[in-house]
């Protein structure tokens, strides 16, 4: 099970961090993603970190204002956004691979665990 946490209302240039509690299944020896679904839009890859937080991926979107970072011991991905824009309002979703001790990967269809969703909404 996959819980998000931390969405709210923010200004533009703002920040939120959102965290993902995970529980129930080996997640800490899974890649962990987090992805967005804007107003009317696809859901989107925005960021992921390896089973062992050695490396990370973003989407070009977000690189150098979001940062994805995870701790195994307590079995939480977070999500610190910075620079916030409109652009970013949605909902975001955290979101597990399907297998364990793989690398990094941004496609939609290798995530088999996924929470309810947090919204995030950046006001101009």
């Known amino acids: 099970q996959l819980v998000e946490s931390g969405g709210g209302l923010v200004q533009a240039g703002g920040s939120l961090r959102l965290s993902c509690a995970a529980s129930?299944?080996?997640?800490?020896?899974?890649?962990m993603g987090w992805f967005r679904q804007g107003p009317g839009k696809e859901r989107e890859f925005v960021a992921a970190?390896?089973?062992?937080?050695?490396?990370?991926k973003y989407a070009y979107s977000v690189k150098g204002r979001f940062t994805i970072s995870r701790d195994n011991a307590k079995n939480t991905t977070d999500l610190q956004m910075n620079s916030l824009k409109p652009e970013d309002t949605a909902v975001y979703y955290c979101?597990?691979?399907?297998?364990?001790?793989?690398?990094?990967?941004?496609?939609?269809?290798?995530?088999?665990?996924w929470g309810q969703g947090t919204p995030v909404t950046v006001s101009p």
């Open positions: 129930g299944r080996t997640f800490s020896i899974r890649t």
């Open positions: 970190i390896t089973w062992s937080g050695d490396d990370t």
């Open positions: 979101a597990a691979d399907g297998r364990t001790y793989t690398r990094l990967t941004d496609d939609r269809r290798a995530y088999k665990h």
